[in-house]
């Protein structure tokens, strides 16, 4: 079983920056895909960043065209922790932001509880 915590969402003013944490439990983080998700009430979750383990200490990254030169995956295997840095925040990033991890297969197994990230215009 593998917990994760998110931490850091909460309001900024659009153009802000947030960095969002997320702490996983487990002695083999370093082997989990880890994976930033976010939902806006009455939709779907839809998917943001990953960080995918493709062999020994390489990961690809990957990104929602949405983000992409705007938000950055990365990961502290040290700290059992995986971080989305959001840059140039629009008010359509509004969401709850959650991290997942995976491990093997093709689903997300485990999920945490999620954070809000709000944006004001």
């Known amino acids: 079983q593998v917990q994760l915590v998110e931490s850091g969402g909460g309001l900024v003013q659009a153009g802000g920056s947030l960095r969002l944490s997320c702490a996983a439990s487990?002695?083999?983080?370093?082997?989990?895909?880890m994976g930033w998700f976010r939902q806006v009430s009455g939709k779907e979750r839809e998917f943001v960043a990953c960080?995918?383990?493709?062999?020994?200490?390489?990961?690809?990254?990957d990104y929602a065209d949405s983000v992409k030169g705007r938000f950055t995956i990365s990961r502290d295997n040290a700290k059992n922790t995986v971080y989305l840095q959001m840059n140039s925040l629009k008010p359509e990033d509004t969401a709850v932001y959650y991290c997942?991890?995976?491990?093997?297969?093709?689903?997300?197994?485990?999920w945490g509880q999620g954070t809000q990230v709000t944006v004001s215009s």
């Open positions: 997942a991890a995976r491990i093997g297969g093709l689903e997300y197994h485990y």
């Open positions: 960080s995918r383990r493709i062999g020994g200490s390489t990961y690809y990254r």
């Open positions: 487990g002695r083999t983080f370093s082997t989990y895909d």
